[in-house]
């Protein structure tokens, strides 16, 4: 019992954020894998550097700012 609860707690916490930041991240974790540390952090800057360029980064800044739920867009 306790386990799935903490299992929703978790699920709920990622299904929140936005599928295009977590689709960028998922594909990053999995690309840095096959690369050097020096590759890996290069790769992880540009890829950084995309998602905070994504509209839906904006909207999540300006969701904080605003204390509101962000309302993803999915680009």
């Known amino acids: 019992?306790?386990?799935n609860q903490v299992v929703t707690k978790y699920a709920e916490t990622i299904v929140?954020?936005?599928p295009l930041t977590l689709k960028i991240g998922k594909e990053?974790?999995?690309a840095q894998?096959?690369?050097g540390l020096s590759d890996a952090?290069?790769?992880?800057a540009r890829v950084m550097?995309?998602?905070m360029l994504a509209r839906d980064a904006?909207?999540?800044i300006g969701?904080?700012?605003g204390k509101r739920k962000p309302e993803w867009i999915g680009e």
């Not at 952090?41 to 992880?44: L, Q, T, V």
Request: charged share 30%; aromatic share 24%.
């Open 1 to 3: 019992e306790y386990l």
């Open 33 to 35: 894998a096959e690369m």
């Open 63 to 65: 969701a904080f700012i």
């Open 28 to 30: 990053a974790f999995y």
């Open 16 to 18: 929140s954020k936005s």
């Open 58 to 60: 904006e909207e999540g």
């Open 41 to 44: 952090y290069d790769y992880a």
């Open 49 to 51: 550097v995309e998602n």
